[in-house]
């Protein structure tokens, strides 16, 4: 249940993506499927959640070198194990169309490698932190509040995942989307500001270089896929996505130190 909470308050902002999606194939909701296309890739696909997880642990052995992602997000526990055992050897990480909410707070930092398709974007809002287990009150319970932030504390160390990734608000920073973990300014797409109060950042190279500096990119064509065609950027901009623009993250806010061995050993 709490769980499941945390992932309603993570996934609230996505609500609006329902009225227009419907002539654009990035915004699309993919649908939940479990594919190996070959002896080296699995396909992760739909929602993160108990379905994804048994197919993560079924199909990602040591043979898996290629992870494909396609996903709105789910919920931050699975998100969390499934990124452990993606992390389990360095391994290329394929964005295929839209990579949201847990899909990018939890398998992207764990990638060795990654490769965004064309049309493919990563978009942020957040992972649990105390700003946001301070606004669901008693509907979490104290132990299970302490509980999971110590959980993301540890994924973000193991994986040395910076606070400006994670868009990390102590209690008292107001909810503020730019934290003091992050240096710069977002672009708003087209120049205007969107009217829509939820924030959705939508993740461009320098950000992701800055944040991630041991994942390495191989592939990305957001600015010409994704900002420069109309009616993708009109449909981005209708669920509050905004650019990263110049914003980058601070060092030395749970990034990897030189030299430390990469590898999943998560015990949730």
Known sequence: MMFKLISSLLLLVFALLGASCASSVVV?????????????????????????????????????????????????KTGRQIGDIIARKPRTVIIRGACLSSCGNYFIPVAHKLKIEPGGFIGLH???????MSKAGDKISLDSQAETLAAEDRFSRQYGIAHGWRLYRDTDSGGSPFTTGMTGKPRFLGGIRSNVKSTVLIVERPFIESCL????IVEESIAATVFGDTETLK??????????GTLKCKPNTGQRKPGLNQGGGGNE
């Open 28 to 76: 699309v909701a993919p649908s939940n499927k479990c594919e190996r296309p070959d002896a080296y890739s699995v396909w992760l696909s739909g929602y993160v959640d108990q379905d994804m997880l048994d197919c993560a642990r079924a199909q990602i052995d040591g043979r898996v070198d290629t992870i494909i992602v396609s996903s709105f997000g789910g919920t931050t």
């Open 126 to 132: 957040g992972t649990p932190d105390p700003w946001l």
């Open 213 to 216: 500096p041991h994942v390495e």
């Open 235 to 244: 449909q981005v901009r209708s669920f509050g996505g905004i650019a990263t």
